[in-house]
C-alpha cells in the first residue's frame, strides 16, 4: 500500500539549518518530491530526486534519500524567515496509466528570530 | 507563462446545491487531476485524466464529477454538495511521469 508519513512540525532558528524527514512504503516510487506550500498559495515544486540517486543538492536544499529504509529528507542551510511555510514530501507512483501522487500530511517549519 | 488556473478561488454554497469549479492549464499537459487537501490528511487524489475525453477515478471519487473534452480544462463537478466536502481543493497538471506537477492556486470550498 501507499502510505507518506511526515511530523507536522518543525521549529528552526533563524540561520541554522532545517531538517525535514519523511518516510514512504510503496517500494515501486518512480520519484519522490518536495513540494512547499506557502500560506493562501498553491504548491510549488522545490525539488525531486530520482528513486536511484542517493542525493541531490541544489543551491541551499540537499535532498537525501535512503531506499533501503525509505527515508527522504530535505536540508535547508541557513534557514531564513522567507522559508516559513509548509512542506509536504509526495512520491509518484506509475500504476496502469494513473501517475498519481501520494503526498505526507506536510510539515508546518516555523523559523524562531 | 506556464500555469493552472482554478476558478473560483473561494466559495461558500449550501449543502445540495451543484456547483462546478473550473481548472485550465495552458501548458498543453496530457496528464491533469484534482486533489483535496484536508488539515492531518494532506493531498488526496479525487479523478485523474490521462488526456481527453479519458478519465479515472482517484482515492476519494465519491461525490465529485469530472469532464475532459478539450485538453487544457478539467472541471470538478459537485452535483449535491455535502458538508463533509468542505474542503481546499487543487488541479494539478503535467506531462506525465518524472515532469514537475504544477499546481493551481487552490478554492477553498465551504458547504453549509
Known amino acids: 500500500g501507499e502510505d507518506v508519513e511526515q511530523s507536522l512540525f518543525l521549529s528552526v532558528r533563524e540561520g541554522d539549518s532545517s531538517v525535514i524527514n519523511c518516510t514512504y512504503t510503496d517500494s515501486s516510487s518512480t520519484y519522490l518530491y518536495w513540494y512547499k506550500q506557502e500560506p493562501g498559495a498553491g504548491l510549488q515544486l522545490l525539488t525531486y530526486?530520482?528513486?536511484?540517486?542517493d542525493m541531490k543538492q541544489d543551491q541551499r536544499l540537499t535532498v537525501l534519500l535512503n531506499k533501503k529504509d525509505k527515508h527522504l529528507s530535505l536540508r535547508i542551510a541557513d534557514t531564513q524567515t522567507g522559508d516559513s511555510a509548509i512542506y509536504f514530501c509526495?512520491?509518484?507512483?506509475?500504476?496502469?496509466?494513473?501517475?498519481?501522487?501520494?503526498f505526507g500530511t506536510g510539515t508546518r517549519l516555523t523559523i524562531i528570530p | 507563462e506556464a500555469q493552472v488556473t482554478q476558478n473560483p478561488r473561494y466559495l461558500i454554497t449550501v449543502t445540495g446545491k451543484k456547483l462546478t469549479v473550473t481548472c485550465s492549464q495552458n501548458?498543453?499537459?496530457?496528464?491533469m487531476s484534482w486533489y483535496r487537501q484536508d488539515p492531518g490528511l494532506g493531498l488526496r487524489q479525487i479523478y485523474y485524466s490521462m488526456n481527453v475525453e479519458v478519465t479515472d477515478k482517484g482515492d476519494v471519487p465519491e461525490g465529485y464529477k469530472v469532464s475532459r473534452k478539450e485538453k487544457r480544462n478539467f472541471p470538478l463537478i459537485l452535483e449535491s454538495p455535502s458538508p463533509n466536502q468542505t474542503s481546499l481543493y487543487f488541479c494539478?497538471?503535467?506531462?506525465?511521469?518524472?515532469?514537475?506537477?504544477?499546481f493551481g492556486q487552490g478554492t477553498r470550498l465551504t458547504v453549509v
Open positions: 530526486i530520482f528513486s536511484n540517486m
Open positions: 501548458m498543453n499537459h496530457e496528464y
Open positions: 509526495a512520491e509518484s507512483i506509475s500504476n496502469f496509466g494513473n501517475e498519481k501522487l501520494t
Open positions: 494539478a497538471s503535467s506531462n506525465r511521469v518524472g515532469t514537475e506537477a504544477f
